[in-house]
């Protein structure tokens, strides 16, 4: 039963969508390939024969499922034929809020594409080449700095258009294609206006908001919504997938807001635990304006040496790499040529690992924030004596005394407080700035 969509917690609907959409691409594969099952068809091992017979006991099998076109899929034609909700296309967003599961559904929807019996049965070599990210048909686009460039994009549209060569899908994920640069969406644009009939495109955004997908993108794509797992379902897949006790697991799930990974670090991670606790120490701490800027200085310090730990491996382990493919030195005719080249390479690599220090940073400094809003969450629905749970159980009676000190509506300035600060923060107000203003408005209320 654990097949690959196990691990989408709590999101059913999406489930059930891509499910079917699968089964549909599987259709349209066995459809375009029963004809041509000769030797050129799409081929499952050498002998064409064997794999002729596979497609077609496939193809019986899934008969009674609609086919949406008889023809190769084309974006807007396979939407036309048949049933509009059920059938395969070319492009699809996967929205949702921060640790919904949006590259999780991606890549098990991928998974499920390359699925050798088109169900994402989660054992075939297809699910496991695609989920362990080695499959030849799937490329992974993660952006490690702060957005991704037209040149990487490029690249990645041109190997999009090439024929697959496990005879299924051309798979591309894109994480975070709302920090695609504008020049960069506009290559993927093209791709998706006009796509080569076995590409698929699965793009991982916060929301289809212009600011996080072009209007021209989002009209080309299929939208999946994720939601925001309740913490009981993140609970409960703790328990069974990671084997973490059930009371660990509720805390960590309330505490990480629907966020999944998150919760798996906070059960698993002491030093996670020790940042989230100096976190949710602030409100105790801001006691006078100078209390506020310390409080405001100790995050900064405490989100950069998170990054900095973060990054440090990998940094070194790249400079490495690159310094032993370059090889050390050298006294040949080509070797002034050579190091030039060399030395333009590292810059690049400098260039690249400042930018994802600094995605590091504020990815950091984001995650202490949240904890911080679901504190003033907490004090707000004391406060409103709203019958909800609260976010952060350890920390209850704080939000309790917080609540009886300033009211819902004091309560409810800070929470804001903190919201502004994010945003602002996203708007690229330089963090010590805009945590000091933050720090002072909690401190004041
Ligand atoms: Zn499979």
């Given at each position: 039963m654990a097949d690959v969509f196990a691990d989408l917690v709590g999101q059913d609907e999406a489930v059930a969508t891509l499910r079917h959409a699968a089964a549909s691409a599987a259709a349209l594969l066995r459809a375009a390939a029963v004809p041509a099952a000769r030797p050129a068809g799409p081929t499952i091992g050498a002998g064409s024969g064997d794999s002729y017979d596979e497609l077609d006991a496939l193809a019986e099998e899934f008969d009674a499922e609609p086919i949406p076109g008889a023809g190769p899929p084309g974006g807007p034609g396979a939407a036309a034929g048949g049933d509009p909700g059920a059938g395969m296309t070319h492009a699809w967003i996967f929205t949702g809020p921060?640790?919904?599961?949006r590259s999780v559904a991606a890549r098990a929807f991928a998974a499920a594409l390359q699925c050798v019996h088109g169900t994402g049965c989660g054992e075939c070599p297809g699910c496991h080449t695609t989920l362990a990210g080695t499959h030849a048909d799937v490329r992974l686009v993660v952006p490690e700095g702060l957005s991704i460039g037209v040149g990487e994009m490029r690249a990645l549209v041109l190997r999009a258009a090439s024929t697959p060569s496990g005879g299924r899908w051309q798979i591309v994920i894109i994480e975070?294609?709302?920090?695609?640069?504008e020049a960069a969406g506009n290559a993927l644009l093209k791709a998706v206006e006009e796509p080569p009939p076995r590409t698929v495109f699965l793009l991982c955004a916060p929301s289809t908001h212009p600011d996080d997908i072009s209007v021209t993108i989002r009209s080309r794509c299929r939208v999946v919504p994720l939601r925001q797992p309740p913490a009981g379902a993140v609970a409960e897949v703790l328990v069974r997938r990671d084997g973490i006790a059930p009371d660990v697991a509720e805390w960590a799930a309330a505490a990480a807001q629907g966020h999944v990974g998150r919760a798996r670090r906070l059960a698993r991670d002491p030093e996670a635990r020790q940042r989230r606790d100096a976190v949710l120490a602030v409100p105790r701490r801001l006691t006078g304006v100078g209390a506020a800027f310390d409080a405001a200085s100790a995050l900064i310090e405490a989100a950069e040496a998170e990054a900095a730990a973060a990054v440090a491996e990998i940094d070194e382990a790249e400079r490495a790499a690159l310094q032993t493919a370059l090889g050390a030195g050298g006294t040949g005719r080509g070797a002034a040529g050579a190091m030039r080249g060399a030395a333009g390479q590292l810059k690049d690599l400098e260039k690249r690992q400042k930018s994802r220090a600094t995605r590091a940073q504020r990815d950091a400094l984001d995650r202490a924030l949240v904890d911080l809003a679901g504190f003033y969450r907490d004090a707000l629905a004391v406060a409103l004596r709203a019958p909800v749970a609260p976010v952060h159980t350890d920390t209850a009676a704080l939000a309790e005394a917080g609540a009886q000190k300033w009211d819902a509506e004091g309560a409810l300035r800070r929470l804001e407080a903190v919201l502004e600060c994010r945003a602002a923060i996203e708007a690229n107000v330089k963090p010590r700035i805009a945590v000091e203003a933050m720090m002072l408005a909690l401190w004041k209320g």
């Open positions: 921060p640790g919904s599961g975070d294609a709302d920090r695609l640069t």
